[in-house]
């Protein structure tokens, strides 16, 4: 009677203790990364991308194979993410501040919930396009794009220039209305950092600078072994520093830690190390097919058609092209330059995670890699985001959640990144209220939480598809039905441009969506597909839909 009196006892004492840890609530790291498509060693998106941080990182993770942007620009896609609000819901569908926009000014943020939670809210780098500080409880540095190649001295608001190798046209800035088209000192820019002492511009001397937010300091550079920092290479130090900090801390309350690197994102310019690893004539070319624009309908539809604007993205993809005699050889370049880059970001998040996973922090800390959106590599002649298409739309997820996620472990059902707010919250404890008031908006993703839990779950409370918006034209910016829509299923590719094309692919089967089948006017999939956009975009009903057939 006693042994079964004290085992009763033991057995509570375990259940009670077991509970209380199951609801501690975890830290949580968001790695972001800026304009990485699927160039990494665990979605092998290039046969010769080297990632050994994020191979390793996925190994311990789960990683969402078909995870998508919701608006394949830097600035939307942010602030939906940050916000889990999708685009069309709060008409933010390009690059203008979040903070002037009604529905996401009135919609708590990520960082806010969680700081209103009694956690720590840490940042630095490349977030929220347009950062707010109050929302954090400590904030380190600014996005910063450099290093940048200057002429003379740096002045506030005068633009740098391009890489000094990189030729024209590709390396002069376009502009049309006022508009910055291409090249100059961001898109227009890609090469090894290099010794510039003699080299001049126009008799001035051309130097390296880090960005406004270091007032124009100059970016010392004599090799690889007496340089600068790079701003990822800081943020990268930076976040370990803390990390190990915080593992020593006596804080009880939980932090949520969010580090921006920059790169790929242009210019592509990282250390010759980097430019090492992937010689120039070893590249290997995107798999691009000859006249695959053919069947597309981007580049006739505009999206700044009500200004005579063209597409940037074909506007850069002429130029790179016609840079060069060997027409190819812009695109090797521009791919160099891409896969070193984000083997250099590989090193900087290797350091990050190097903190959590060597201290106490490895076993209560949420990790979170992601991208904003992808990029194109010349397919269907484009070199850019922004676009419907899988290259733009596609990004890296991979989440490793203690004593939740199962390691080294894939889910091919589509997501995106709407879904990581409520994730988050779900993960932690937290209830889903988000608004402020009634101008704000409710999450809109669901909890990624039911497929960390089982990879193999075939349904969920989410959409069976993920939904992605293109922005058209500045007239346009404020009524999202005007827009371009796509969905993609775990199968499927529907696109409705807001003039009433379409295209429609077969992704099980033609994963480059080579072969636009909607021409099939009989296909028994586009009927579907189109109620499906229609269910997903639902009270928004896009425009293109008035439009076609005609």
């Not at 406004?212 to 943020?235: M, S």
């Amino acid at each position: 009677m006693i042994r079964n009196t004290i085992t009763t006892i033991l057995l509570f004492f375990l259940f009670v203790g077991c509970n209380n840890s199951s609801i501690e609530k975890p830290n949580i790291l968001l790695i972001m990364v800026d304009d990485l498509n699927d160039y990494n060693e665990d979605l092998m998106g290039h046969p010769q991308v080297l990632t050994p941080n994020i191979k390793k990182f996925s190994e311990t993770a789960l990683s969402f194979t078909n995870a998508y942007s919701n608006d394949p620009m830097c600035g939307p896609s942010r602030a939906s993410m940050f916000t889990g609000v999708y685009p069309h819901i709060s008409s933010h569908l390009w690059q203008y501040n979040w903070k002037n926009n009604e529905v996401l000014k009135n919609t708590k943020t990520i960082m806010e919930k969680f700081k209103e939670n009694d956690y720590n809210v840490i940042g630095s780098g490349k977030l929220l396009h347009q950062n707010e500080k109050s929302i954090w409880t400590e904030f380190k540095h600014e996005a910063d794009y450099s290093p940048v190649a200057y002429i003379g001295e740096w002045k506030k608001g005068k633009p740098g220039i391009a890489h000094p190798d990189v030729p024209k046209p590709y390396r002069v800035i376009k502009e049309l209305d006022g508009w910055n088209m291409a090249g100059g000192p961001i898109d227009g820019s890609y090469g090894p950092l290099i010794n510039l002492e003699g080299i001049k511009v126009d008799g001035k001397q051309v130097r390296w600078a880090y960005g406004p937010q270091r007032q124009g300091r100059d970016f010392k550079y004599v090799d690889d072994n007496d340089r600068d920092l790079t701003p990822d290479e800081i943020n990268a130090e930076w976040a370990e520093k803390r990390l190990l900090e915080l593992a020593n801390s006596d804080d009880e309350n939980p932090f949520f830690m969010a580090v921006g690197f920059l790169r790929p994102h242009t210019p592509l310019i990282v250390p010759q190390k980097y430019f090492d690893m992937y010689p120039l004539e070893d590249i290997q070319l995107a798999n691009i097919l000859e006249n695959d624009k053919d069947d597309t309908f981007l580049h006739l539809v505009d999206q700044f058609e009500t200004k005579g604007r063209r597409v940037r993205s074909i506007e850069m993809y002429k130029n790179l092209v016609a840079s060069y005699d060997d027409n190819k050889e812009g695109l090797k370049r521009f791919t160099q330059a891409y896969l070193a880059c984000v083997t250099a970001v590989d090193e900087n998040i290797g350091q990050v995670l190097d903190a959590v996973n060597k201290t106490k922090l490895k076993d209560n800390t949420i990790v979170i890699i992601a991208s904003d959106h992808g990029w194109t590599m010349g397919e269907k002649e484009h070199v850019y985001k922004n676009s419907l298409w899988e290259e733009s739309t596609r990004v890296p997820l991979i989440i490793r959640a203690p004593g939740v996620s199962k390691p080294n472990t894939k889910v091919n059902h589509p997501v995106s990144l709407i879904d990581v707010y409520p994730t988050l919250l779900d993960l932690a404890g937290l209830d889903f209220i988000t608004k402020r008031n009634d101008k704000g908006s409710s999450l809109n993703g669901f909890s990624l939480k039911p497929f960390l839990k089982n990879p193999e779950k075939n349904k969920w409370d989410g959409p069976e598809a993920a939904l992605t918006v293109v922005y058209s034209s500045d007239e346009n910016e404020t009524i999202p039905s005007n827009h371009h829509y796509s969905i993609r299923t775990k199968d499927w590719r529907y696109i409705l441009y807001n003039n009433g094309q379409e295209e429609l692919y077969n992704n099980a089967n033609d994963p480059k969506e080579w072969n636009n089948l909607i021409f099939n006017d009989n296909h028994p999939k586009t009927k579907e597909m189109r109620e499906l956009l229609k269910k997903m975009t639902h009270p928004v009903i896009p425009q293109g839909f008035s439009k076609l057939n005609k």
